[in-house]
Nanobody, 122 residues
Framework: QVQLVESGGGLVQAGGSLRLSCAAS????????MGWFRQAPGKEREFVAT????????YYASSVKGRFTISRDDAKNTVYLQMNSLKPEDTAVYYC???????????????WGQGTQVTVSS
């Protein structure tokens, strides 16, 4: 089992920045690829970013590429999502997740956090 707890969400004006954190406990964090997903009201959960277990590979949704950066610190069992140049359409609940595979497919992530709300005002 892997337990994931997100933090760092909040209310920010358009153009601002936030950094989300996801703290992991349980099974060895370093063996999992980690991903961030988001879900806006009335919409399906969508992929945001992922980072491989060995830090080498990252992959972003086209809607956030160049604005968001995913990183991980295995010594702290934590994955981060730095979000810059935020837009109102980035408003959603953001979830972190763990997978044995480097993938953007939600159903391949077996462990999920409870989510943290990000609201971007115009």
């Amino acid at each position: 089992q892997v337990q994931l707890v997100e933090s760092g969400g909040g209310l920010v004006q358009a153009g601002g920045s936030l950094r989300l954190s996801c703290a992991a406990s349980g099974r060895p964090f370093s063996s999992y690829a980690m991903g961030w997903f988001r879900q806006a009201p009335g919409k399906e959960r969508e992929f945001v970013a992922t980072i491989s277990w060995n830090y080498i590979n990252t992959y972003y949704a086209s809607s956030v590429k160049g604005r968001f950066t995913i990183s991980r610190d295995d010594a702290k069992n934590t994955v981060y999502l730095q979000m810059n140049s935020l837009k109102p359409e980035d408003t959603a609940v953001y979830y972190c997740a763990a997978s044995p595979q480097f993938t953007d497919v939600p159903r391949l992530y077996g462990y999920w956090g409870q989510g943290t709300q990000v609201t971007v005002s115009s």
